[in-house]
């Protein structure tokens, strides 16, 4: 994937060459932003529960669901994620 930077109040910005606009995938800096911030919390609660970021990445795209010891703690930071933080961390 190439990033390119447009200001649309520049035209010289804009990208030359052959562009398929089905392919354009436009994402402002406040979205790329949320997206590490997620990525980030993302990789915490997996650090906090012992389980790899690929397992909570299956869980949240339906690919798996937790299940076991997984599933009761995820019950138990639902109901009381201050508790359950404290005695995790």
């Known amino acids: 994937?190439?990033?390119?930077t447009?200001?649309?109040?520049?035209?010289?910005?804009?990208?030359?060459?052959?562009i398929d606009p089905e392919r354009v995938d436009a994402t402002s800096e406040a979205d790329i932003a949320l997206e590490e911030r997620?990525?980030?919390?993302?990789q915490d609660m997996a650090r906090c529960i012992r389980v790899s970021p690929a397992t909570i990445r299956n869980w949240e795209q339906?690919?798996?669901g937790p299940t076991g010891a997984a599933r009761a703690l995820l019950r138990v930071l639902d109901k009381a994620p201050e508790t359950a933080l404290r005695v995790l961390t």
Not at 1 to 4: A, D, G, P
Not at 38 to 42: F, G, N
């Open 38 to 42: 997620e990525d980030e919390a993302m």
């Open 62 to 64: 339906g690919r798996r």
């Open 1 to 4: 994937m190439t990033r390119v």
């Open 6 to 18: 447009i200001d649309l109040n520049h035209p010289s910005t804009f990208p030359r060459g052959r």
